[in-house]
């Protein structure tokens, strides 16, 4: 296959990039408007092969998005391209809807009009693959609630859980998701949606919480954690989700939504610790880093509880996560241990980690 991949110098994106490179014959046109998050760095290590080719494109620009299907043909498209910061969406909602809802409808838009012009068995194999988050779910009942005399398993996230959106970040996801469905219903559009659980490994930009710990623990910072840290994630480690998402856009059937999860379910303040100890096994100094924590006030509207439910990646497509958390986080932190030029690369000095996010007094009236 040739696979236009959107966003693919992001996070999830360039480990894409990098595992079809590395591990099938499959060839990559990758697209990407390089905002702050984009780093062509991260795609070193496939970035001379022949089979890679990157297009600096912004999916909100129908005239070039047309120009790369015309010129590329691609076989498939998996889309990636998006703004995908929760505390970014709070400050500053309007990219997020620009480039979440208009970005995909333009690349909709694009990806029909070529997919209307293929010959009858390209037609039949082309596939557009949305990838998308489980915040659009909401959030799910969390251990804390129940009663102390209650042993029900706790709900999980499933293809058919509906759709409760609480940030406008997960509100602009939900809307995408909604809008590739909508082509598939009117237009018969050959679209697969993916929704994921929290992803962390190399190459993240420090916005997110596991490598800014990582980061500001090693430069003697405080480790801000919000509310109590009482905030449960299923985690997935990248590579594992790279994985996941090629099965589908190889395998995966039209019109079907998979959900990928890491079996990782852990409070917030859980995965901070964990980091702060291997820190103090792999960088030692005088002080623990756990010293560092320090509780702040929480997020606006913050979801409590995620959770899914990946069985159907497993029954149907023969997936499974390979790392556990554990083996998982020691890979990512040792990652950032030994690749600081990288870290220093990504931060170009209008983002310094500082807090993001936060309503103002007046704002919510107070």
């Known amino acids: 296959m040739k696979i236009l991949v959107t966003g693919g110098a992001g996070f999830i994106g360039s480990a894409v990039v990098r595992y079809v490179i590395s591990s099938t014959n499959d060839s990559v046109i990758n697209l990407d408007k390089l905002t702050y998050a984009g780093n062509l760095q991260s795609l070193e290590p496939v970035a001379d092969d022949e089979r890679y080719t990157f297009e600096q494109v912004d999916i909100c620009d129908r005239k070039e998005l047309d ?73 799910l009942p969390h251990p804390d609630e129940l009663q102390k005399d209650e042993t029900i398993d706790l709900p999980l996230f499933t293809e ?20 590739v469905r909508a082509w598939l219903r ?35 910072k405080e480790l801000p954690v919000y509310g109590k840290g009482d905030q449960i994630r299923d985690w997935l480690y990248v590579e594992d989700h790279a994985r996941a998402l090629y099965k589908v856009v190889s395998e995966g059937k039209v019109g079907e939504t998979y959900n990928i999860g890491g079996h990782n379910e852990k409070q917030n303040i859980e995965v901070v610790q964990t980091i702060c100890n291997i820190l103090d096994e792999l960088a030692p100094k005088k002080t623990n880093y756990a010293d560092q924590i320090t509780f702040v006030a929480d997020r606006p509207g913050h979801d409590r509880r995620y959770a899914i439910d990946s069985s159907k990646m497993q029954k149907d497509l023969g997936w ?28 170009d000095g209008s983002y310094q980690r500082e807090r993001l996010g936060e309503i103002d007094s007046v704002a919510q009236g107070k």
């Not at 703004?83 to 208009?102: C, K, L, M, W, Y």
């Not at 609480?166 to 602009?172: C, E, F, L, Q």
């Not at 420090?206 to 490598?211: F, M």
């Not at 996560?321 to 030029?341: A, C, I, M, S």
């Open 320 to 347: 499974t996560p390979v790392e556990t958390f554990e083996t998982g986080l020691r890979k990512t932190v040792q990652w950032y241990l030994d690749n600081q030029d990288w870290c220093q690369n990504v931060q």
């Open 67 to 139: 120009r790369v299907f015309k010129q590329h043909k691609p076989d498939a498209v998996m889309h990636l391209a998006a703004e995908s910061h929760v505390d970014r969406s709070i400050t500053g909602p309007a990219e997020f809807i620009q480039t979440n809802i208009v970005g995909t409808y333009n690349l909709l838009e694009a990806a029909r009009e070529y997919w209307n012009a293929l010959d009858a068995t390209a037609k039949e194999s082309f596939r557009f693959h949305h990838i998308s988050t489980d915040e659009v779910y909401g959030d």
């Open 186 to 220: 009117t237009y018969g559009f050959p679209t697969i949606i993916t929704n994921c659980s929290n992803n962390y490994g190399p190459y993240h930009f420090p916005e997110k919480l596991i490598p800014l710990v990582i980061l500001n623990a090693l430069e003697g």
């Open 160 to 179: 058919q859980t509906p759709y409760a959106p609480s940030s406008p970040y997960s509100a602009s996801k939900a809307s995408s998701d909604h809008l």
